[in-house]
């Protein structure tokens, strides 16, 4: 499961965006990425992207990419998925960069 989340504090300080991964049968999340001073995740710039490596209980590692829902395409490592999903095999320290597309063509950024 993925959450993204924003927040602001009467502190000041500006905006924290957090983009949380669960992964199946996993008990908590991970910050998978994170921003400060940015408009991800909030009204004024709903699109968003992030990606985690994660090992399967089996031992294959995973990059596991999600974005908002009005991203219509996700490619990394050479693999391309429809829709705002992608999940595809890597190494442990495989440098990977994502790229998403929103279902009219916009590039959408990538927290990081």
Same mark, same amino acid.
């Given at each position: 499961?993925?959450?993204?989340?924003?927040?602001?504090?009467?502190?000041?300080?500006?905006?924290?965006?957090?983009?949380?991964?669960?992964?199946?049968?996993?008990?908590?999340?991970?910050?998978?990425?994170?921003?400060?001073? +940015? @408009? #991800?995740?909030?009204?004024?710039?709903?699109? %968003? *992207? =992030?990606?985690?490596?994660?090992? $399967?209980?089996?031992?294959?590692?995973?990059?596991?990419?999600?974005?908002?829902?009005?991203?219509?395409?996700? +490619? @990394? #490592?050479?693999?391309?998925?429809?829709?705002? %999903? *992608? =999940?595809?095999?890597?190494?442990? $320290?495989?440098?990977?960069?994502?790229?998403?597309?929103?279902?009219?063509?916009?590039?959408?950024?990538?927290?990081?």
């Amino acid at each position: 499961a993925w959450v993204c989340t924003r927040a602001e504090t009467w502190r000041g300080g500006g905006p924290r965006t957090l983009a949380l991964f669960r992964a199946p049968g996993a008990r908590t999340a991970v910050v998978a990425a994170k921003s400060e001073g +940015s @408009a #991800a995740c909030g009204v004024r710039e709903p699109l %968003v *992207l =992030a990606g985690v490596r994660w090992k $399967s209980r089996a031992g294959n590692w995973y990059l596991i990419a999600g974005g908002s829902k009005q991203v219509g395409s996700v +490619s @990394a #490592a050479g693999s391309t998925a429809s829709g705002n %999903v *992608l =999940a595809v095999r890597t190494t442990r $320290s495989a440098q990977t960069s994502l790229t998403g597309r929103t279902t009219e063509g916009a590039e959408v950024a990538t927290l990081r």
